[in-house]
């Protein structure tokens, strides 16, 4: 019923900037909250940030705030992440997920996952 694209990703030096979005197609966008997730190899997928369906809401990991920011454009269907002040340690596949009630920072509660972007800064 929701299927998500992510773009965006790319290889960056330490302290560069990336910025990742991802395209709904859903009938309302704005019935969903949506939320980004990393996973590196070898590593466990983590949660990263994520916001409620009209945005008023927003969590971030301690280990990406005041670096990232997450928005969205309902209008546009697309949720986005800012990534700044990049490090090598967030080099990982980044995905964008969906859904309706849960609990934000629990991978298990989204509903639908996109297939991820690649994210690798250099140090």
């Known amino acids: 019923q929701v299927h998500l694209v992510e773009s965006g990703g790319g290889l960056v030096p330490a302290g560069g900037s990336l910025r990742l979005s991802c395209a709904a197609s859903?009938?309302?966008?704005?019935?969903?909250?949506m939320g980004w997730w990393r996973q590196a190899p070898g590593k466990d997928r983590e949660f990263v940030a994520a916001?409620?369906?009209?945005?008023?809401?927003?969590y971030y990991a301690n280990s990406v705030k005041g670096r990232f920011t997450i928005s969205r454009d309902n209008a546009k269907n697309t949720v986005y992440l800012q990534m700044s002040r990049l490090k090598p340690e967030d080099t990982a596949v980044y995905s964008c997920a969906a859904l309706r009630s849960g609990r934000y920072t629990v991978g298990s509660d989204y509903e639908y996952w996109g297939q991820g972007t690649q994210v690798t800064v250099s140090s």
């Open positions: 916001l409620t369906q009209n945005g008023n809401d927003i």
């Open positions: 859903v009938r309302r966008f704005s019935s969903y909250g």
